[in-house]
Structures are given as C-alpha cells and as structure tokens.
C-alpha cells in the first residue's frame, strides 16, 4: 500500500503522536499501517492496546491484521473504553468493590445489560410512579426510564457524582418553575436505583465506569498490571471518548514506550452519550508531536461534496465557505407529497445507478429516524426491485415484531400461574403467523370459539361443533389441538429459555406448523433466547423472581431494545445499507452514492426532547449555573445539523440524492433547515 509523506510519518512515530484532519483523508488507515508495523518490528500483539470509539469500528482493525501476512496477534487487545472498564472491573472488583461503596463487597458483581438496567429502573420507579410522581410530564413510562438512566450514564461518564448531575439539571433549567419538581423526582429515581445496585452489588453502564474511573484507574495495582502488560497504545477516534475515556488515556499514556492517538475534525457525534471533541484536544499538549492532515487528497470524498457541505454550514452557522461546486455533488431529487411516493421513486433511481456500474453495498439510504412502517415500505421496495440491502440500527424496539409478540403469547398461555392474560387480538394475531394457511378470519373465529382469557389458555378443540371444525378447517383444528397440548405439557417444566428454544425447534419449525426452513423464525427464537438468558443469569440479584412475567411486561413496554434479531430473509453485508444519520456516521462506511431520505424533515435538525436528561449541561465543559435557554438549544441544533452534512459529505465519493416528500407521517407540510439549505443548489440541478 502506497501512503501519502503525513501517513507515513503517523505509521514510523517514535514516542508519542497526535494526528488530526477531517474525516476521509486516511487517518484510520494509517492507524491500521501502524498497528502492522508494530507487529511486524517484533513486538508482541500481547503488548498493543488500540481502543476503539464503537464496536462496528473494529471489524476494519481486524480485517487489515488478516489481508497482511501472517504475524500472531490472537491477544491483540482492540476494545472500546465500556468493554475494557467492565473487564478491569471484574478482574480488581475484589479490590475496589468496598471503597466503590458496595455493601456486600464479597459477593461476585451481576453486570446489567442496558434492557436489563430499564427492567430495574422500571422496578424502582414504579412505586413512585403509583403514588403520582411524573403524573403531568408528557413522557410515556419508557421515555421516563431511559432518561433517568441518561442521567446516571452521563454523570459517570463525564467524571461527575450522581448529586453533581442532579445539581447541574436542576440549576440549569430554564424552563418552567412548576417543573422543577419533576427533576427532583428524577433525582428520587437514580438515588434509589444507585442504592438498589449497591445493595445488591449489580453495575450499570454508570457504576461500571465509576467503579473504573475513580476506584481502578488510579489504583496501584492497576498501574503495576497496566505497566507490564501494554507497551503501545492506539487511540483510533479520539474525539468520540469521553472525559472518563480522556482521563484513562491521559493516565496510561506516561507509563507506554509509543502512543498514537487519531482526531477526526468533524467528529464528536456521539455528543449525546457524553462525547468531548472539545476536550480531546489536551492531547495536542500530551504528545510529544502532532501531525495535521489536511482536508486533500481525500480517499472518501470530492471537492463538490465538501461544498455542499460548506453550503449547509454557510446557511446555519453564518459562514462564508466556497460553494460553487455544489451542485456538482448532487443528482436530481426525488419528489413526491407523500413519503410512500418517494420510497417508489427510488426504485428506479437505484436500478439506474446499478446499471451505471454502482454496486448496492456503494449506496446508502440514510434517514433521520427509521420507525417500522418506513423500514417496511423500503425493505418491500428494495425486494420488489431486486435490490439487495441491510439494515444498520443501533436500537429498536421488539415489541413492533409480530413474531416475538405471537411467541411471549404461547409463553403466557403456557404459564396461567403467571397471571399474564393475552388479549384476544393477541391470539388471534399468533395463530395466524404460527398455523400454516390460518387466515385472520379464521384465527378470530378460533379464537372467539376456544380462547378462555379467564384462564388463561385455549379450550380442548373436542368443544367445537362439526359445523365449527367445518368452518375453521379439520386440519387447521387439529394444529391448534396439537399446540395445546403441547403447552399444558410442556408449560412450567423449564426455564424461560429452554421453553422458547424447545417451543420454536420440538414444534413451531417443525410439520405441520412449517414445511420448510424458517430462517426468520430462527432469529427471534435466537434473539429470545438470549435475551431470556441475560435475565434469568441477573434475575436473583435484582429480586425480579420469577422471570417469565417480568421478561414478558419488559419486551411489552417497550424496555428491551438491545441487539433486535433480523426478521425475513438474512441481512446481506454486499447489499444498499439503511441507516439512520448517527448510525452510519458512528459506522463510518464511505459510500458512493448516498440517499438522503425525508431531506425536508425536522427529523435532521432534532434533538431528542430529554427534559429529565440534558446531555448538554451534563458535559464537563458546561458552567455548573449557566441557564440552558432556547437560544442555546437552536445554536446546538444548528451546530450538529452543520457537523452532520459534512460527516455524510465526507463518506460520500460521487453524489447525494435528496428525496423529499411535501408531507409528512402525520400529513403536516415540511421544509426544514437542511432543505432550506440546500434550495440554490436544487434549482440548479432540477
């Protein structure tokens, strides 16, 4: 691989080096040629400790290790900042777990996944919530629960107590009086959730990075351990660390014979999960050299993108940037009122790209929020098209599948003692995705005829008159016969997980109910499975006996998000790639073709409404009494709409189509500020 003279002199650094330049001109690659010329010089990979912003981030690392010749790196250590805090946690934990403040400091921590952590939040709030606490705030139970787990997470990450975050919150509000009451209900909360974790030694993402923080990172031991075994460090997207990534990097970097360190300009998207862009730059003063690549030649992007995105910048931050090869870098919209006009409209346009030599895995369709009926409208055109595709979400919700809705209703059916009374709708909806050829018609009927929801459990089909079996079918009626025995049998012999495991490969794909392999059935089976396990593992520690309600209410409400198992037919890695905007750019996968869906949608500009969590005030850098006023919000609005276009121009080789639908989901007309922005240039291209 031919590298440019500022490549070169990141890969031969010496003692320790800070690399920064806008995204695209090789930063990563060079980190890549590092890693291998360490490798190569005869150091161990056992020795090498590269750290990574996002997990999708290291897949590159690894790929670079496997294409070049072979050296041993099977220790290679390439983690990011939670999954290192949590395995120094476990392995000093009985070293800091007393002065961590745990009570029981000889019981093994129970770590807690974020589902699981909203399940126990979930359990500590909802006394308060039954005596009236949060009764006026127009916030559903979850949003509530993710918030004051917000609070708890950005406290810790950014290097601040639980009462520091509370103060901050409170002093900083700017809104209605009436209100404050609310965020000391939000404080009530996390108190209460940090003591129940105390008591019961379970660590969230915010104990986990406290613990690490401020108990192993300047432990002595640590150090010891630390200092024998990393001689090289490699910090890949260093802007994306938080201050309590910042910190551990500051503390190691004196104790390492080499340090690399690599800035991305435009960075700092994660700013929502405590993100420093700001701070990362005291590394600037910490290494010993700095090498600045400059924004050509870019291996991602052109001239006329990085125009485009001066033209959006220029619109919201009042800035005076070159754009007269903007409209070079965008192809001609799509148009259409509706949004399902516009996702039919780019079925052609992505087959006339496919024609012209562009391969699917060269494009993306990248959109402001991906709520399921859109993820369905354009995973149907893709398929109708013949367009191979895969969708990259960071959370969702399982509670929209109908699949794993249809089998916590066998889980509860199987288990009266529960308590968990299905409605009929619900039974209705899972006998017709289990029973081959049961229509709705008749899976109501069914269920009208032999649902007892008093029970509840299905009634024996011998209740059925002749001219009932008639109607519903003989062989649908024996099916239906056939899983009810096997749930009064099968129900309360095993754990949660094994009943889903045996429920999915002793019945459901097995004749009659499935004649062929059910892929898409596999992965919820697989997706449930896991998921039950992480519960029933943690279930004694967090009191939350017995699991089978528990685990049901937490996928009903909408609290298990984590890891969504892929419905249909397999995701495929060299198809288009859907996205929503943070997703992709913390991805970071250049494109040559990128879709800009709902161009016009506010959805580009909006924050999440986080009255109970404000990342902002939240940050280190943030004065602990400066109000958080309208105009600050629409100036961090503007600020990270700007940083957004040019992070997608950045990843972006050829052009960008803007697909715009006049209105929106809820028939509202739209024109947002990024639509706005980029009007001079649409008339030039329409």
Same mark, same amino acid.
């Not at 870019?298 to 940037?321: G, I, M, Q, R």
């Not at 409209?345 to 496919?354: C, E, F, K, Y």
């Not at 049961?438 to 299905?458: C, F, K």
């Given at each position: 691989?031919?590298?440019?003279?500022? %490549?070169?002199?990141? /890969?031969?650094?010496?003692?320790?080096?800070?690399?920064?330049?806008?995204? *695209?001109?090789?930063?990563?690659?060079?980190?890549?040629?590092?890693?291998?010329?360490?490798? &190569?010089?005869?150091?161990?990979?056992?020795?090498?400790?590269?750290?990574?912003?996002?997990?999708?981030?290291?897949?590159?690392? !690894?790929?670079?290790?496997?294409?070049?010749?072979?050296?041993?790196?099977?220790?290679?250590?390439?983690?990011?900042?939670?999954?290192?805090?949590?395995?120094?946690?476990?392995?000093?934990?009985?070293?800091?777990?007393?002065?961590? *403040?745990?009570?029981?400091?000889?019981?093994?921590?129970?770590?807690?996944?974020?589902?699981?952590? #909203?399940?126990?939040?979930?359990?500590?709030?909802?006394?308060?919530?039954?005596?009236?606490?949060?009764?006026?705030?127009?916030?559903?139970?979850?949003?509530?629960?993710?918030?004051?787990? &917000?609070?708890?997470?950005?406290?810790?990450?950014?290097?601040?107590? !639980?009462?520091?975050?509370?103060?901050? #919150?409170?002093?900083?509000?700017?809104?209605?009086?009436?209100?404050?009451?609310?965020?000391?209900?939000?404080?009530?909360?996390?108190?209460?959730?940090?003591?129940?974790?105390?008591?019961?030694?379970?660590?969230?993402?915010?104990?986990?990075?406290?613990?690490?923080?401020?108990?192993?990172?300047?432990?002595?031991?640590?150090?010891?351990?630390?200092?024998?075994?990393?001689?090289?460090?490699?910090?890949?997207?260093?802007?994306?660390?938080?201050?309590?990534?910042?910190?551990?990097?500051?503390?190691?970097?004196?104790?390492?014979?080499?340090?690399?360190?690599?800035?991305?300009?435009?960075?700092?998207?994660?700013?929502?999960?405590?993100?420093?862009?700001?701070?990362?730059?005291?590394?600037?003063?910490?290494?010993?050299?700095?090498?600045?690549?400059?924004?050509?030649?870019?291996?991602?992007?052109?001239?006329?993108?990085?125009?485009?995105?001066?033209?959006?910048?220029?619109?919201?931050?009042?800035?005076?940037?070159?754009?007269?090869?903007?409209?070079?870098?965008?192809?001609?919209? /799509?148009?259409?009122?509706?949004?399902?006009?516009?996702?039919?409209?780019?079925?052609?346009?992505?087959?006339?790209?496919?024609?012209?030599?562009?391969?699917?895995?060269?494009?993306?369709?990248?959109?402001?929020?991906?709520?399921?009926?859109?993820?369905?409208?354009?995973?149907?055109?893709?398929?109708?098209?013949?367009?191979?595709?895969?969708?990259?979400?960071?959370?969702?919700?399982?509670?929209?599948?109908?699949?794993?809705?249809?089998?916590?209703?066998?889980?509860? !059916?199987?288990?009266?003692?529960?308590?968990?009374?299905?409605?009929?709708?619900?039974?209705?909806?899972?006998?017709?995705?289990?029973?081959?050829?049961?229509?709705?018609?008749?899976?109501?009927?069914?269920?009208?005829?032999?649902?007892?929801?008093? /029970?509840?459990?299905?009634?024996?089909?011998?209740?059925?008159?002749?001219?009932?079996?008639?109607?519903?079918?003989?062989?649908?009626?024996? %099916?239906?016969?056939?899983?009810?025995?096997?749930?009064?049998?099968? *129900?309360?012999?095993?754990?949660?997980?094994?009943?889903?495991?045996?429920?999915?490969?002793?019945?459901?794909?097995?004749?009659?109910?499935?004649?062929?392999?059910?892929?898409?059935?596999?992965?919820?089976?697989?997706?449930?499975?896991?998921?039950?396990?992480?519960?029933?593992?943690?279930?004694?520690?967090?009191?939350?006996?017995?699991? *089978?309600?528990?685990?049901?209410?937490?996928?009903?409400?909408?609290? /298990?998000?984590?890891?969504?198992?892929?419905?249909?037919?397999?995701?495929?890695?060299?198809?288009?790639?859907?996205?929503?905007?943070?997703?992709? !750019?913390?991805?970071?996968?250049?494109?040559?073709?990128?879709?800009?869906?709902?161009?016009?949608?506010?959805?580009?500009?909006?924050?999440?409404?986080?009255?109970?969590?404000?990342?902002?005030?939240?940050?280190?850098?943030?004065?602990?009494?400066?109000?958080?006023?309208?105009?600050?919000?629409?100036?961090?609005?503007?600020?990270?709409?700007?940083?957004?276009?040019?992070?997608?121009?950045?990843?972006?080789?050829?052009?960008?189509?803007?697909?715009?639908?006049?209105? &929106?989901?809820?028939?509202?007309?739209?024109?947002?500020?990024?639509?706005?922005?980029?009007?001079?240039?649409?008339?030039?291209?329409?």
């Amino acid at each position: 691989m031919e590298l440019t003279p500022t %490549q070169l002199a990141l /890969v031969e650094a010496e003692s320790s080096l800070f690399a920064l330049g806008p995204a *695209g001109v090789g930063k990563s690659t060079a980190l890549q040629q590092r890693l291998l010329r360490l490798l &190569d010089s005869g150091e161990s990979a056992y020795n090498i400790l590269l750290l990574v912003a996002e997990p999708e981030q290291r897949p590159p690392f !690894l790929a670079a290790l496997h294409q070049s010749r072979p050296v041993p790196y099977a220790e290679l250590s390439v983690v990011y900042y939670y999954e290192l805090a949590r395995e120094m946690t476990t392995l000093f934990w009985p070293l800091v777990a007393r002065p961590a *403040g745990f009570a029981r400091p000889f019981q093994p921590p129970t770590f807690l996944s974020y589902d699981l952590a #909203q399940l126990l939040m979930w359990q500590t709030i909802t006394p308060m919530l039954n005596e009236g606490a949060f009764g006026d705030v127009r916030l559903r139970p979850q949003q509530i629960i993710s918030q004051l787990l &917000d609070t708890l997470n950005r406290a810790a990450l950014n290097g601040l107590t !639980l009462d520091e975050a509370i103060r901050r #919150q409170v002093n900083t509000w700017a809104g209605e009086p009436d209100f404050l009451r609310h965020l000391e209900e939000a404080a009530e909360a996390a108190r209460r959730f940090r003591q129940r974790c105390l008591a019961r030694s379970l660590l969230d993402l915010s104990l986990i990075v406290e613990t690490f923080d401020r108990q192993i990172v300047h432990h002595p031991e640590f150090h010891r351990y630390f200092k024998e075994r990393y001689r090289h460090l490699l910090v890949d997207n260093v802007e994306e660390q938080t201050p309590a990534g910042q910190n551990f990097i500051a503390n190691l970097m004196p104790h390492m014979v080499s340090a690399t360190l690599v800035y991305d300009a435009g960075g700092g998207y994660k700013r929502f999960m405590a993100a420093d862009p700001a701070g990362a730059n005291r590394f600037r003063k910490l290494c010993q050299q700095t090498v600045e690549f400059g924004p050509s030649p870019s291996f991602t992007s052109s001239p006329a993108l990085d125009h485009l995105a001066n033209l959006v910048e220029n619109y919201l931050l009042n800035s005076k940037k070159p754009t007269a090869e903007a409209a070079r870098a965008l192809a001609a919209p /799509v148009l259409g009122r509706y949004r399902r006009e516009i996702v039919a409209g780019l079925a052609p346009v992505l087959h006339q790209l496919r024609q012209e030599g562009v391969a699917p895995q060269e494009m993306a369709i990248i959109t402001p929020y991906l709520d399921g009926a859109l993820r369905y409208s354009l995973t149907q055109m893709l398929q109708e098209a013949g367009l191979p595709y895969y969708l990259l979400r960071r959370r969702s919700s399982p509670r929209e599948e109908p699949r794993i809705r249809a089998w916590l209703t066998w889980l509860a !059916l199987a288990h009266p003692t529960w308590d968990v009374r299905p409605a009929a709708y619900d039974v209705a909806e899972a006998l017709s995705l289990t029973l081959a050829g049961m229509d709705a018609a008749r899976a109501a009927l069914t269920t009208q005829l032999l649902y007892d929801a008093a /029970v509840p459990a299905l009634r024996p089909s011998t209740n059925l008159a002749e001219a009932q079996v008639e109607r519903i079918g003989a062989e649908l009626v024996d %099916q239906v016969e056939l899983l009810r025995q096997w749930l009064l049998a099968e *129900g309360g012999r095993h754990p949660v997980d094994l009943f889903l495991h045996k429920l999915f490969n002793d019945l459901l794909a097995r004749p009659p109910f499935r004649q062929e392999p059910d892929l898409a059935g596999a992965a919820v089976c697989d997706w449930l499975v896991r998921t039950a396990a992480r519960l029933q593992e943690a279930a004694p520690a967090m009191g939350s006996e017995p699991v *089978g309600p528990t685990f049901i209410a937490g996928i009903q409400q909408g609290l /298990v998000t984590a890891d969504p198992p892929d419905l249909g037919e397999p995701p495929d890695p060299n198809g288009i790639m859907i996205a929503t905007i943070y997703a992709y !750019l913390l991805a970071g996968k250049p494109v040559r073709v990128q879709v800009w869906l709902e161009a016009a949608a506010t959805g580009w500009w909006e924050i999440p409404r986080q009255p109970l969590s404000n990342a902002f005030v939240l940050a280190q850098s943030w004065r602990d009494d400066r109000p958080w006023t309208m105009e600050e919000d629409f100036a961090i609005r503007n600020q990270l709409l700007s940083r957004i276009a040019r992070g997608l121009a950045a990843r972006c080789r050829e052009q960008v189509i803007l697909a715009h639908s006049e209105l &929106d989901r809820r028939g509202q007309r739209q024109e947002g500020p990024l639509w706005r922005a980029v009007q001079p240039m649409l008339r030039a291209v329409s």
